[in-house]
């Protein structure tokens, strides 16, 4: 590895790993700006409600409650690079859609909703295929780097995206925001054709035919991964709906305009892109602990950014607990990937996507109400605090001795100093 790129950045040494990051920038920008330029819409023609916003998370989500096993299965059967680039290609088509009704002024609440499910229906595959990728692109020893790069681009375009909506929504109307996401996918799928297939870190299938109901064994006989698991689904169903909450917040509570919703909302993406630099130093895998930790830290910061008195202490605190969910987010996807042995590695990540993820529409649906009924503070209230009794719960569990780690770690553990797989799957 060249000095050039020590770390945090010593993963971008790899070529293809560059050309798949590029690509991500570009087209999760996209992703960000239409996300505001969707809820934007939905709140204009649903009169601020929180009910219809709910419905349309519910609806982009609901497919990766029912199909992101069987996408972790593909993803360990099929390629990966195919995959990825026949969903990107999906995903920009469905975006078409949207920006074409956008600009002819004749977007309905039912084409969102149509759209927000097909678009479910392509992360079911993209999601389990993308972070599964990760690995053969970079291999096990800069998995963690590579992974904490994924989420510190991820969050760059956070930042970006949303701040960058709020002024084309405010000078030029959504449509051309949906038009930017909708070509912003292509950049995924140059980089992907770019890269030399020679170089990825394939190895051997073993079983040809991987059965979902093997991943879901292997994980029932690993204590050390269903902890985490179990803390990210209840944390996830109830604390990580900011896709809700954060519009809600920003046009009920501080009645703010486009620019300044995105504002709000680049604050949230600012922590969370400094904790995922923060992560990117992480060699080894994470303790039980520090996952529960930053569960508690994550808890305590969610419950106060729903007090904030004014606008800005409100960006601050939302800054601070975006920092905290990334830290959590990572520690737990840490702890599971490199937990898990390599042959199960596509289908125990798409277990946690499902556990993730695939919990948001029942949590959209049950924040989305209380927020309509008793404010968009309660969303924050409600998620903090049932967060905190998730992670006090997992805490007293930890310390009766319930994180049993496995006899010996899977083979190519960096922790472990063992011999590596020629194939790992993130």
């Known amino acids: 590895m060249t000095s050039t790129f020590a770390h945090p950045f010593r993963s971008l040494a790899v070529r293809n790993f560059r050309l798949f990051a590029a690509g991500q920038v570009v087209s999760v920008a996209g992703t960000w700006m239409m996300v505001v330029a969707q809820d934007w819409i939905v709140l204009g023609l649903a009169d601020n409600s929180g009910t219809a916003l709910g419905v349309v998370t519910a609806l982009q989500f609901t497919p990766l409650l029912l199909l992101t096993l069987y996408g972790g299965r593909l993803a360990d059967r099929y390629d990966k690079r195919l995959l990825l680039t026949c969903a990107n290609l999906a995903s920009g088509v469905l975006a078409l859609v949207l920006a074409l009704l956008a600009f002819a002024d004749a977007v309905q609440l039912w084409h969102i909703w149509l759209c927000a499910f097909g678009l479910g229906v392509v992360n079911a595959v993209e999601v389990p295929t993308r972070m599964s990728f990760v690995s053969e692109l970079v291999g096990p020893e800069l998995l963690p780097n590579a992974s904490a790069l994924s989420a510190a681009y991820f969050n760059t375009a956070r930042v970006v995206g949303p701040a960058l909506a709020g002024l084309l929504i405010t000078g030029f109307g959504t449509g051309w925001v949906m038009l930017f996401n909708s070509v912003s996918y292509l950049a995924t799928v140059i980089g992907l054709r770019m890269m030399r297939p020679g170089e990825l870190l394939l190895g051997a299938r073993q079983d040809t035919r991987p059965r979902v109901v093997d991943g879901l064994k292997y994980v029932a006989g690993r204590p050390d991964l269903k902890l985490p698991l179990a803390l990210v689904g209840v944390i996830s169903l ?70 904030a008195p004014n606008f800005a202490s409100a960006i601050v605190l939302l800054s601070l607990t975006g920092g905290a969910t990334i830290f959590f987010v990572q520690a737990v996807n840490h702890r599971v990937q490199l937990g898990s042995d390599p042959q199960y590695r596509g289908r125990v990540m798409a277990l946690y996507t499902l556990i993730l993820q695939g919990s948001t529409p029942l949590g959209s649906l049950l924040i989305g109400w209380l927020a309509e009924h008793l404010g968009a503070r309660s969303g924050f209230y409600v998620g903090g605090l049932v967060s905190l009794a998730a992670a006090l719960t997992a805490l007293a569990y930890d310390r009766r001795g319930g994180r049993v780690e496995p006899a010996a770690e899977p083979e190519g553990d960096p922790e472990q100093g063992g011999p590596v797989h020629e194939a790992v799957r993130r």
């Open 238 to 307: 109830f604390g990580l709906n900011f896709q809700l909450t954060l519009p809600l917040y920003a046009k009920t509570v501080f009645d703010a305009d486009a620019a300044s919703f995105g504002l709000l909302t680049t604050g949230f993406a600012a922590g969370s892109l400094i904790a995922a630099f923060a992560t990117t130093a992480r060699r080894s895998r994470p303790t039980s602990r520090l996952v529960v930790g930053a569960a508690l830290v994550f808890a305590a910061l969610e419950t106060v950014a729903g007090w």
